[in-house]
């Protein structure tokens, strides 16, 4: 079955807090939930830790906890290690019926650092990335023994950005790790998401429905921007939006024929203050739902 969800950091974000610190918590769950009509949304900076309050807070809006990102720190540290400091997270998911733990590098990630361009991003060379997909795979092992499928987030400003990057990734690990395929991500760090979603759409366990304006893209390469800088200069977009570059039939006709199951979500962060999220939000649920359809990957009929 697929579901449609959202992710605060269209309202808040939660790299930089003071982008959206004017907007209510309140009034995020009301849009997202009561005023758009998502299923759910992900996890940020303004939810409650307790697992049972933040059950309690979706809950009244309508909404039903998604998952949520958690930073891994495995170039650094131990898996075993790593196990221990996931417990919190992993009782929040577990606790809020989450299939899925959304996992990402980010011992030495700049995508955080307003000081720093996203083009001096880390990188692997191909011992490290080998030995880095061991222990990913060993955690994600782990993971699947709880009942939770790793979901890795490629992602600017990370060690797994570019095309190579996802594959040597997704080669060095094994069938206990699947991906979070984010549209926008993708594209940034220089790829066809269409090409490289077919590559690896049977691991694909999560699909982040993230548009991008290729000049405002173009130009953080270009002027060596930090990837927050990008950001504020209006990168990212929704679904549906005219000055979105990405088409998301064809990859949904991918996911489609790869059986996919799960959820759509819709993670665009934009400075809220000139790109409504409201407006944003309802204009990417209805192009995404069409575009759904479209593909044949949800049964129901387009918003």
Same mark, same amino acid.
């Given at each position: 079955?697929?579901?449609?969800?959202?992710?605060?950091?269209?309202?808040?974000?939660?790299?930089?807090?003071?982008?959206?610190?004017?907007?209510?918590?309140?009034?995020?769950?009301?849009?997202?939930?009561?005023? #758009?009509?998502?299923?759910? #949304?992900?996890?940020?900076?303004?939810?409650?830790?307790?697992?049972?309050?933040?059950?309690?807070? /979706?809950?009244?809006?309508?909404?039903?906890?998604?998952?949520?990102?958690?930073?891994?720190?495995? /170039?650094?540290?131990?898996?075993?290690?790593?196990?221990?400091?996931?417990?919190?997270?992993?009782?929040?998911?577990?606790?809020?019926?989450?299939?899925?733990?959304?996992?990402?590098?980010?011992?030495?990630?700049?995508?955080?650092? !307003?000081?720093?361009?996203?083009?001096?991003?880390?990188? @692997?060379?191909?011992?490290?990335?080998?030995?880095?997909? !061991?222990?990913?795979?060993?955690?994600?092992?782990?993971?699947?023994?709880?009942?939770?499928? @790793?979901?890795? %987030?490629?992602?600017?400003?990370?060690?797994?950005?570019?095309?190579?990057?996802?594959?040597?990734?997704?080669?060095?690990?094994?069938?206990?790790? %699947?991906?979070?395929?984010?549209?926008? %991500?993708? !594209?940034?760090?220089?790829?066809?998401?269409? =090409?490289? /979603?077919?590559?690896?759409?049977?691991?694909?366990?999560?699909? %982040?429905?993230?548009?991008?304006?290729?000049?405002?893209?173009?130009?953080?390469?270009? =002027?060596?921007?930090?990837?927050?800088?990008?950001?504020l200069a209006g990168a990212f977009t929704v679904p549906g939006d005219p000055e979105g570059?990405?088409?998301?039939?064809?990859?949904?006709?991918?996911?489609?024929?790869?059986?996919?199951?799960?959820?759509?979500?819709?993670?665009?962060?934009?400075?809220?203050?000139?790109?409504?999220?409201?407006?944003?939000?309802?204009?990417?649920?209805?192009? /995404?739902?069409?575009?759904?359809?479209?593909?044949?990957?949800?049964?129901?009929?387009? !918003?």
């Amino acid at each position: 079955m697929i579901f449609y969800g959202t992710n605060p950091i269209a309202w808040a974000n939660d790299d930089d807090p003071s982008i959206g610190a004017h907007i209510p918590t309140e009034q995020i769950l009301h849009e997202a939930g009561t005023l #758009i009509g998502f299923d759910g #949304i992900e996890n940020g900076h303004r939810w409650p830790d307790d697992p049972q309050a933040l059950r309690e807070l /979706l809950g009244r809006h309508g909404l039903r906890f998604i998952s949520g990102w958690y930073s891994t720190a495995l /170039l650094t540290r131990s898996v075993e290690d790593e196990i221990a400091a996931v417990q919190p997270h992993l009782t929040k998911l577990k606790a809020n019926g989450c299939e899925v733990c959304i996992v990402c590098e980010c011992s030495n990630t700049v995508h955080g650092r !307003a000081d720093v361009p996203v083009n001096d991003r880390p990188r @692997l060379n191909a011992d490290e990335m080998a030995a880095f997909g !061991a222990k990913i795979e060993a955690f994600a092992a782990y993971l699947a023994t709880e009942g939770m499928t @790793l979901a890795y %987030h490629h992602h600017m400003g990370t060690v797994i950005e570019s095309p190579a990057d996802i594959d040597a990734f997704m080669a060095a690990t094994g069938p206990a790790t %699947h991906l979070l395929f984010d549209a926008g %991500h993708c !594209a940034f760090g220089g790829g066809d998401p269409v =090409e490289v /979603l077919a590559k690896h759409a049977t691991r694909v366990a999560h699909f %982040h429905a993230k548009n991008i304006r290729p000049s405002v893209t173009a130009r953080v390469r270009a =002027e060596n921007l930090s990837f927050l800088q990008g950001v504020l200069a209006g990168a990212f977009t929704v679904p549906g939006d005219p000055e979105g570059a990405i088409d998301f039939v064809p990859l949904l006709q991918i996911l489609a024929k790869a059986g996919f199951d799960g959820w759509l979500v819709i993670e665009a962060e934009q400075d809220p203050v000139l790109r409504d999220p409201l407006q944003y939000q309802s204009m990417g649920l209805k192009a /995404l739902k069409a575009a759904a359809a479209e593909a044949g990957l949800d049964g129901g009929q387009a !918003a």
